[in-house]
């Protein structure tokens, strides 16, 4: 085979690192941060995509994966269960599959602390130039960098991301600390829909993974429309520096979390405001579109949000970057004598993917916008039927798989 230099040692790159590594690539994953990734604590959701990548790489896919839930239940202002659906669905975490999928590759093919600053191409491949002056040489290099990432904007023509019109705030609290008035809450996924807006809430597993009743967690999430000019002043920290890329949860002025206890205390449900109230820090994130123009440049090919961004609401970014690795690695091996072939065919599979996956998160979350587009209706049934859906059986992505 080769040699791959990946850049991103998040999810994405992991999956890429021992999918090729698997079909006999010799790879290195190269990461900025050099601290712990598994300090992440955000809830996914998860599809059976996802779970057959892992299988493909020797990670059991038991009960210890994460919460199941059998149930979606939709209040109304004064808390009253308005609406229910059966929901056979589970629930995990990131650090949960990052610490799967970090067990399984040597640390000798993983290097933190490590900035790239620019991608150079040659007759004989790809060279990765990092902060530190350090130099990397090979025959691909994976970006699997993320939302802002440095490889797209080295590599590929300025696609950016494009804000959507709203955050979602979000926080958690471990389940033996909810409060009574949440405990509804506990064992479903649960919903509260107006006109403008959703908020969700649902279990992952706890502190360690633990899956077992009393020692999970219970997240929300409140998706919020917020103009461009007033998500300007969230990202501005109290001495007046304004966060391009979105303000460190630290930084988020106290004033700014007040008003929205406010918002909370006057528009949800007693369920909603006693979990919210309950929560210590909660904090937002924008959300985003990306839609990449090219997935591959020369010997350079982009995965999982490096590509394409879609809007949290089909809860796909993890089973996106899993299939996008899986794709790659089966599209090199499909077409062993020609690196470029193989990166065509990769790129086909995975912009029609990740196109169809954009456009059905954007047509769910139109209604949130600031101001609102047309798409799905806010109606509770309509809602509960389409967050979480199985990807086979979403219209706009039939017949990619």
């Not at 990670?59 to 239940?73: H, K, L, Q, Y």
């Amino acid at each position: 085979m080769g040699r791959a230099l990946i850049i991103g040692g998040s999810l994405g790159g992991l999956f890429a690192g021992l999918l090729l590594r698997q079909a006999g690539w010799d790879v290195t994953v190269f990461e900025r941060s050099s601290g712990d990734l598994a300090s992440r604590g955000a809830g996914i959701g998860t599809h059976a995509e996802l779970f057959d990548v892992m299988r493909r790489l020797g990670i059991a896919v038991d009960e210890t994966i994460g919460v199941p839930i059998a149930a979606r239940i939709c209040l109304d202002r004064d808390g009253a269960t308005i609406a229910r659906l059966p929901f056979d669905k589970i629930l995990s975490s990131w650090a949960l599959v990052y610490r799967a999928l970090r067990r399984q590759l040597p640390d000798a093919c993983y290097r933190a602390g490590m900035q790239l600053e620019d991608i150079v191409h040659d007759a004989g491949g790809v060279a990765a130039i990092f902060a530190d002056g350090t130099t990397a040489s090979g025959d691909l290099l994976i970006g699997a960098d993320g939302l802002n990432s440095t490889v797209r904007t080295r590599a590929f023509a300025n696609a950016a991301p494009s804000y959507a019109g709203y955050v979602a705030w979000r926080g958690g609290v471990d389940e033996q600390a909810a409060p009574t008035a949440a405990h509804e809450l506990i064992e479903s996924y649960g919903f509260f829909i107006t006109p403008r807006e959703m908020v969700l809430s649902y279990l992952q597993p706890g502190t360690n993974d633990d899956h077992r009743p009393g020692k999970r967690r219970l997240n929300w999430l409140w998706y919020h429309p917020v103009h461009a000019r007033a998500l300007a002043k969230l990202n501005t920290d109290a001495s007046g520096h304004y966060h391009e890329a979105g303000i460190p949860p630290p930084l988020i002025r106290p004033d700014a979390i007040a008003a929205f206890r406010a918002e909370v205390r006057a528009m949800l449900p007693p369920q909603f405001t006693a979990l919210i109230d309950a929560t210590d820090a909660p904090f937002f994130q924008p959300i985003y579109d990306l839609t990449s123009p090219r997935m591959v440049a020369r010997r350079v090919a982009l995965l999982g949000d490096a590509g394409f961004v879609a809007r949290p609401h089909v809860g796909a970014g993890v089973t996106k970057a899993a299939l996008n690795a899986a794709w790659l690695a089966d599209a090199l091996a499909a077409a062993p004598g020609s690196l470029d072939a193989g990166l065509a065919a990769y790129e086909r599979k995975a912009s029609a993917f990740g196109s169809a996956l954009v456009a059905r998160a954007r047509f769910v979350g139109a209604y949130l916008e600031d101001p609102p587009r047309a798409g799905l209706k806010p109606e509770p049934m309509a809602v509960m039927q389409a967050i979480g859906q199985p990807l086979r059986e979403i219209p706009e992505l039939k017949g990619l798989f």
